[in-house]
């Protein structure tokens, strides 16, 4: 297992910082853009891209190309909204979404607002249609960059520290302790549980305030 690990880390060092920098944000700028997002694993992209991190400097040029890719594709996600949004919602991808999940996005900007915009960035599905909806609406692009911004910057900093931290960890256990890449293998394992499962209480809290909410009104 040490080995394996060792031999994985070091391959993605292998690979040059600024072209792997590079490519991490490209990757998450398609994944934040319209629906382009359910299609292109920029998540994992980043995760991988940040285990090859060696130093302060490659970690914090990673975590800033890759807020920029998320605000970028956000953007362009707003704007084809403000532009296209119904034609796009009328395409062939936009039906195989469903008309649910198009109705549930908008009333869920509806519903919270600012509040939809941030946490849409931590969310399945939502990542990808909510800034679409948010263009189709009248709400200012200044204050959509006002919400995804720092949700952009803290959904970076938890993949690119956790991820970085996970693998300079192993490169030092790995000297001392024999069966280190197991601890690496089951801290990565820990990481992607604990986002999936914080994904998925977010996503039930929201949608037990947006079944709430009707009741509220009544």
């Known amino acids: 297992m040490d080995d394996f690990v060792l031999w994985a880390i070091e391959m993605v060092q292998s690979v040059d910082p600024v072209l792997r920098t590079?490519?991490?944000?490209?990757?998450?700028?398609?994944?934040?853009?319209?629906?382009?997002?359910?299609?292109?694993?920029?998540?994992?992209?980043?995760?991988?891209?940040?285990?090859?991190?060696?130093?302060?400097?490659?970690?914090?040029?990673?975590?800033?190309?890759?807020?920029?890719?998320?605000?970028?594709?956000?953007?362009?996600?707003?704007?084809?909204?403000?532009?296209?949004?119904?034609?796009?919602?009328?395409?062939?991808?936009?039906?195989?979404?469903?008309?649910?999940?198009?109705?549930?996005?908008?009333?869920?900007?509806?519903?919270?607002?600012?509040?939809?915009?941030?946490?849409?960035?931590?969310l399945p599905v939502l990542h990808s249609l909510v800034p679409l909806t948010v263009g189709m609406s009248r709400y200012p692009y200044r204050r959509f960059i006002a919400w995804t911004l720092p949700a952009c910057a803290l959904w970076a900093s938890i993949y690119v520290g956790l991820a970085a931290g996970a693998a300079g960890s192993y490169m030092e256990l790995s000297q001392r302790v024999h069966y280190a890449g197991y601890v690496f293998v089951g801290a990565i394992a820990v990481l992607l549980i604990g986002i999936l499962v914080t994904k998925k209480i977010i996503a039930r809290r929201e949608e037990r305030h947006m079944k709430d909410e009707p009741r509220r009104e009544a």
């Open 22 to 122: 590079i490519l991490a944000g490209v990757a998450i700028m398609l994944e934040t853009s319209i629906l382009i997002g359910l299609l292109v694993p920029g998540d994992t992209i980043v995760l991988v891209a940040a285990i090859g991190v060696t130093s302060w400097l490659e970690g914090i040029a990673l975590g800033i190309a890759v807020i920029a890719g998320a605000i970028l594709g956000e953007s362009l996600g707003f704007w084809l909204g403000r532009w296209a949004g119904p034609h796009i919602r009328a395409s062939w991808l936009g039906r195989r979404i469903g008309a649910e999940q198009w109705r549930r996005s908008e009333r869920y900007l509806q519903r919270r607002g600012g509040i939809a915009i941030f946490l849409s960035r931590f």
